[in-house]
């Protein structure tokens, strides 16, 4: 079955620990994404990357930081740095847009729940 | 600036009932989509509808329907016939072509089927 798998389902760590959120795809898709998501709140973007090697910072990355070294994975690793990081965090992919411009939709994983103790 | 609005955080209905979720965007934009979603309690974001800008046809899909008004800016979602599955929060998502396969998402709003 095609896909996207998040591990661990849900990850506690402490005040000062770096932690790391896996999203795997295997629906060859060349796009991928991440989101913040807060009790009450739509989804912000924390980082993407649009092809392997590559990636581009959201509208909330600070105290985040991602990797893209192949296409079917891009973990995300909230550092210490980030100063509230207690959310559930989504991990989506989509194939490219086309050249005449059209978006396409974005396929989600079913997402890591994070506390901070 | 990219916006998108859900004015209604929580509904609530009795099953059997019409509902309609609303959603107001806001794009500089001529070319633009628009998406709704689905997150049950589960938490995956589950993909219902894609729409563009120069297409609007009022789309149904079983129970669903969706009502695309440019002039108004609004791209609305309802659900006939309501049932207890239909509960979860839905979100509303505007992506503008110029922008990338960049999303802004809606607030959300929470349905609450009764039985």
């Known amino acids: 079955d095609g896909g996207i798998t998040q591990s661990p389902k849900y990850l506690f760590r402490k005040e000062g620990q770096n932690v790391t959120l896996s999203c795997e795809q295997n629906?060859?898709?060349?796009?991928m994404y991440w989101y913040r998501q807060d009790p009450g709140q739509g989804l912000r973007l924390i980082y993407y990357?649009?092809?392997?090697?590559?990636?581009q910072k959201g509208d909330i990355a600070e105290g985040y930081s991602v990797s893209r070294e192949k296409k079917e994975s891009f973990p995300l690793t909230v550092t210490s740095a980030q100063k509230n990081p207690t959310a559930f965090y989504l991990c989506?992919?989509?194939?490219?847009?086309?050249?005449?411009?059209?978006?396409?939709?974005?396929?989600f994983g079913p997402g890591t729940r994070l506390t901070v103790l | 600036a990219q916006k998108v609005t859900q004015a209604q955080t929580e509904i609530s209905v009795v099953e059997k009932e019409d509902v309609t979720l609303d959603c107001v965007y806001e794009?500089?934009?001529?070319?633009?989509?628009l998406f709704w979603y689905k997150q049950p309690p589960s938490g995956e974001l589950v993909f219902l509808i894609r729409?563009?800008?120069?297409?609007?046809q009022n789309e149904i899909s079983g129970r669903y329907s969706w009502n695309f008004q440019k002039s108004t800016s609004s791209f609305n979602f309802t659900i006939t016939a309501s049932q207890v599955v239909d509960s979860a929060v839905y979100f509303c998502?505007?992506?503008?072509?110029?922008?990338?396969?960049?999303?802004?998402f809606g607030p959300g709003t929470r349905l609450s089927v009764l039985p």
């Open positions: 989506a992919s989509s194939s490219p847009s086309s050249t005449s411009g059209r978006v396409n939709e974005q396929f």
């Open positions: 629906l060859n898709h060349d796009a």
């Open positions: 990357s649009q092809i392997v090697n590559d990636f």
């Open positions: 794009t500089r934009d001529t070319t633009y989509y």
């Open positions: 729409r563009n800008s120069f297409d609007e």
């Open positions: 998502a505007l992506s503008e072509a110029n922008y990338g396969q960049n999303f802004v």
